[in-house]
Nanobody, 127 residues
Framework: QVQLVESGGGLVQAGGSLRLSCAAS????????MGWFRQAPGKERGEREF???????????YYADSVKGRFTTPRDNAKNTVYLQMNSLTPEDTAVYYC?????????????????WGQGTQVTVSS
């Protein structure tokens, strides 16, 4: 069992930056691939959009085209934490951001592949 808690969301102006953190409980954090998804206003859970992911050891990262070059997702296994560094934010990035953990091999891009989810943190980008 893994419990995930996101933090770091807030209100920022367009062009600004935020860093989200996702702290995990348990001693098996390093065995989970970690992903970040976002749910825009008015969208349902099943419409959460993949944003970024990182493999267990951190050697591989994956990004949606919409965030590539602006977002990075490092992890610190010693601290049981994964981060989402978001730069050059635009109003289109406004969403609730969720971190998620998966043990299954395979695609990082689909919500169905993930076993555990955090409660989400709101990011609002003003124009």
């Amino acid at each position: 069992q893994v419990q995930l808690v996101e933090s770091g969301g807030g209100l920022v102006q367009a062009g600004g930056s935020l860093r989200l953190s996702c702290a995990a409980s348990g001693r098996t954090f390093s065995s989970y691939d970690m992903g970040w998804f976002r749910q825009a206003p008015g969208k349902e859970r099943g419409e959460r959009e993949f944003a970024a992911a990182i493999s267990t050891g951190g050697s591989s990262t994956y990004y949606a085209d919409s965030v590539k070059g602006r977002f990075t997702t490092p992890r610190d296994n010693a601290k049981n934490t994964v981060y989402l560094q978001m730069n050059s934010l635009t109003p289109e990035d406004t969403a609730v951001y969720y971190c998620a953990a998966k043990r299954k091999s395979g695609s990082y891009y689909y919500i169905q592949r993930y076993d555990y989810w955090g409660q989400g943190t709101q990011v609002t980008v003003s124009s």
